[in-house]
């Protein structure tokens, strides 16, 4: 998957973590972005282990680990800001 996929993948998926986790949590545009990328990462790699395939483009699945993955980081950046 190429950069620019990774990106609209994670500007979709920070998008949809933030709606699922409100809060108030510093950055904007761009910390958004960043947490849905690396939770893409981290959706891909869980979903990868877990047998439920990996993201590999701008598509549901994809998205939808991604989303799984930037909740999870985002609980655990409120976790460790606390």
Known sequence: MGWIAWIIVGLIAGFLAKLIMPGRDPGGFIVTMLIGIVGGVIGGFIGKELGLGAVSGINLPSILLA????????????????
């Open 67 to 82: 989303t799984g993955g930037a909740v999870i980081l985002l609980a655990i950046y409120r976790a460790v800001k606390r």
